[in-house]
Antibody
């Protein structure tokens, strides 16, 4: 079964740091680019970041550029998001998503998400 | 930055056809993908590359894209189709980034 499982979400103070993880199974992880997408409570989806299959290319939304870092460890079938200088507006459910098998611009597999709350 | 515009809500009776639009500047030149999200669940890809369906998605779900508007069409709507629907494109014009529409709440009357 193809599966993505996120972890690492907690309550953190403004200005703090956090590292999210996403464990992949059921597919050849290093064949695909991977993404992080977030959803603030009661709001829509917001793309956060992309990493290429080999980690050689990374891209970020303007809202997180310079504060978040995406990475992957293909030997562990794992994706990560290092989040620094956290702000209240970063409060959201964070999903990892796999780039599409038939369309690399789509997200064809999603995890269930991990909740990050930034609050004092 | 590229912007996608969706109506906040669409209502349809069971058995009828629902059409959800996604507007963007010359969106017809991009590949549009659609996601269904039910309450408390992760999004699910229902249409990719304008009009293709992933395995397991009913044929009732179809898509089109031309000019400045892409459309997700759901035929013979069922109660179980009630959900939020999001369109999405990949914008490579200035920098590589994903773009989502604001989402449309489909209500089955």
């Amino acid at each position: 079964e193809v599966q993505l499982v996120e972890s690492g979400g907690v309550v953190v103070q403004p200005g703090g740091s956090l590292r999210l993880s996403c464990a992949a199974s059921g597919f050849t992880f290093d064949d695909y680019a991977m993404h992080w997408v977030r959803q603030a409570p009661g709001k829509g989806l917001e793309w956060v970041s992309l990493i290429s299959w080999d980690g050689g290319s990374t891209y970020y939304a303007d809202s997180v550029k310079g504060r978040f870092t995406i990475s992957r460890d293909n030997s562990k079938n794992s994706l990560y998001l290092q989040m620094n200088s956290l702000r209240a507006e970063d409060t959201a459910l964070y999903y990892c998503a796999k780039a599409g098998t038939y369309s690399q611009d789509a997200f064809d597999i999603w995890g269930q998400g991990t909740m990050v709350t930034v609050s004092s | 930055s590229y912007v996608l515009t969706q109506p906040p809500s669409v209502s349809v009776a069971p058995g009828q056809t629902a059409r959800i639009t996604c507007g963007g500047n010359n969106i017809g030149s991009k590949s549009v993908h659609w996601y269904q999200q039910k309450p408390g669940q992760a999004p699910v890809l229902v249409v990719y590359d304008d009009s293709d369906r992933p395995s397991g998605i009913p044929e009732r779900f179809s898509g089109s894209n031309s000019g400045n508007t892409a459309t997700l069409t759901i035929s013979r709507v069922e109660a179980g189709d009630e959900a939020d629907y999001y369109c999405q494109v990949w914008d490579s014009s200035s920098d590589h980034r994903g773009v989502f529409g604001g989402g449309t709440k489909l209500t089955v009357l």
